[in-house]
Every structure is written in structure tokens, then in C-alpha cells.
């Protein structure tokens, strides 16, 4: 079903009757956080951060204690209540996909992500970073989405349930209802092109390339390009104590960091820059889609936008197969 909104404010107020509401966000930069009252979500051009930590918390204490005899630890599991997540793109949608197979196991993030409602927004305009459609997406793309919605040229908002959970959450939606409507407008522009056919096999063969020294060389290990990204997923495990108390925690974790794969004998198989931006790029095209059949990049280009040294992960791939910067 789909209906005419005729403002954002209408929608959200709506919305935040069937439970926290998260949203792009503007403090110095645009992230998800929690929408205030009065507040509107940012929705002008990709947020700089993707949602990852409203799936995967960047710090999670599962476990608290407390410094007593008779203390014991307590499992604190993710606060599932209810919640809509509004205006992520199609590439922070299709960034889900790769958290939901990688953590398929999981109860806690499986219960998390049942207690989350998708409202994505449809790319009004192609950011110049972005190459989604270069890795199976595409900036129009409704998949994986409870309810979609986008804004017209007269500045209203046509809203769609895509899904069973999108048609209950717009359950009683006190909003005009509409059979036909005009289709989403899309201004593109000139962005990054990867070619991904047989890039996986390519890049068995080039561990001993001298082209990794190349792009490592720019790298300064800020491990922006991990944290910005909506599939990056890695996470270390860190008992901490706290005067009294303490506790046990998940928290992000970086293949870019140094000390990511040290190891307790003090031997460290990534010691070097280009063997730590290796395992980033093989991991994304060649390690995971031989486990599950799909690149881990949504082509988001947060990674090209964010890297203080201009580092480009497109131009990194063609230079792999003997091709030009572009």
C-alpha cells in the first residue's frame, strides 16, 4: 500500500508512536542517532557514518560484575524494544545483508534486528563516491526495506510498506492513500566504475604484487575506511574493570589496526601496511564471496569520502588488474 505524506514531520510523529525512532542526524557530521523531539532527520545527501552500530553496537558489555565475594556476572543482552530506523539508503540496506549472514547465528542480534523497522529513502541524487550499481545495487533500489519512501518534486513524500512488518508498522497510517503516484526522480552524476567480473578469481594470484606497496604507502591506519563502512563487521572480546565493577565487552575492531592479528608470541603476520590493506580488499572480494556468494561492499564510497589521503578503493582494484587511475 502507498500513501501521500505532504511533510517529514507528519511521517516521523507518526512513526515515533510505534517506537525509537533513529535517523541521519547532524552534529559536525551526519551519523544515526536517536531523533529528538522537534528534530528532523538530515536527509540531504549520504550520512557520513552508516547505521552499523544500531545492529552492531561499538561497544556492548554482555557481561557486568561487580567487586564483591559473593559477586556474580550478569549477561546483559541488547535493549530489543521496538524501533524504526528512517532514512537509510540503499546501500546501508544492502550493508544488512552482510551482518544478517555473518551473525545468522547469533540470538541477540537476531532478536535485535526483528525489533528494527527498516523506513528507507531513495536516493534523490548520486553521491560522486558512490558505485553501488558496480557491485548489484542500485540508488533506487527498494530491496530489503519495510517501508520506502521518497520525496516528490513538490516537496511531499510518497511512502510505501514493502514488507509484512512495514504494512502492520503502517497500520492505521492517518495518511492519504494513493493508487497511483509519481515515480522517484534520480539525478545522476559522474562517479567511480569498478568491473567485478571475475575479480575474485584475479585476486588469487596477486599476494606477492608490488602494487601493495603501493596503496599502502598512503595508509596512515586511522581505520576510517572499517569504521564509516555499512559491512565491515570485525570485533575483539576485552574484560575491563572499573574501581568496583567491571566487565566484558564487544567492541569494533579494525584489520587496519596493528595490532589486529598479533599474536601472543609477540609474531605478528600483518606487521606491515600493505599486508593490512591487502586483508581489507581480499577480504571484501575475494575471501567472502567464496564463503557466500556475494561481494561484502554495498559501494557506499564512505571509504573514498572519508580517508584522509584520498585512498580510493576503485582506483586500488584497477590498478591491481593493470589498469589506470582514473
Request: with cysteine; proline share 6%; charged share 25%.
Amino acid at each position: 500500500m502507498t500513501w501521500i505524506v505532504d511533510d517529514l514531520e507528519s511521517l516521523v510523529k507518526f512513526l515515533r508512536g510505534k517506537g525509537t525512532v533513529y535517523a541521519p542526524v547532524d552534529s559536525g557530521g551526519t551519523y544515526f542517532g536517536e531523533l529528538a523531539r522537534e528534530q528532523e532527520p538530515e536527509l540531504d545527501g549520504l550520512s557520513d557514518v552508516s547505521a552499523r552500530h544500531l545492529f552492531q553496537p561499538m561497544t556492548h558489555y554482555y557481561l557486568k560484575f561487580e567487586d564483591r565475594p559473593d559477586a556474580t556476572a550478569g549477561f546483559r543482552d541488547y535493549d530489543t524494544a521496538p524501533r524504526v530506523v528512517l532514512g537509510m539508503r540503499p546501500c546501508d540496506v544492502k550493508g544488512l545483508e552482510v551482518h544478517d549472514r555473518v551473525f545468522a547465528e547469533s540470538e541477540s542480534y537476531r532478536k535485535l534486528r526483528n525489533a528494527t523497522a527498516i523506513v528507507g529513502y531513495l536516493c534523490p541524487a548520486r553521491d560522486p563516491t558512490c558505485f553501488c550499481d558496480s557491485v548489484g545495487g542500485a540508488p533506487l533500489s527498494r530491496e530489503g526495506m519495510d517501508v520506502s519512501f521518497y520525496r516528490t518534486d513538490d516537496g511531499k513524500f510518497v511512502v510505501t510498506a514493502e514488507t509484512d512488518r512495514g504494512r502492520t508498522l503502517m497500520q492505521d497510517a492517518p495518511f492519504a492513500s494513493a493508487a497511483q503516484v509519481p515515480a522517484p526522480t534520480f539525478v545522476e552524476a559522474d562517479h567511480p566504475k569498478l568491473e567485478t567480473l571475475g575479480l575474485a578469481e584475479f585476486l588469487n594470484g596477486t599476494e606477492g604484487s608490488d602494487v601493495w606497496k603501493d596503496i599502502g604507502f598512503a595508509c596512515v591506519n586511522c581505520r576510517v575506511c572499517t569504521y564509516v563502512c555499512p559491512t565491515c563487521h570485525c570485533f575483539t572480546v576485552t574484560d575491563e574493570v572499573f574501581a568496583t565493577e567491571g566487565g566484558r565487552a564487544t567492541v569494533w575492531d579494525s584489520c587496519q589496526a596493528r595490532s589486529f592479528t598479533k599474536e601472543a608470541s609477540g609474531h605478528n603476520p600483518r606487521a606491515g601496511k600493505p599486508e593490512r590493506v591487502r586483508q581489507r580488499i581480499l577480504h571484501k572480494f575475494n575471501y567472502y564471496p567464496k564463503v557466500h556468494g556475494a561481494l561484502m561492499c554495498s559501494g557506499c564510497g564512505r571509504c573514498i569520502k572519508g580517508c584522509p589521503t584520498g585512498r580510493n578503493i576503485v582506483e586500488e582494484l584497477t590498478l591491481l588488474r593493470g589498469g589506470a587511475r582514473s
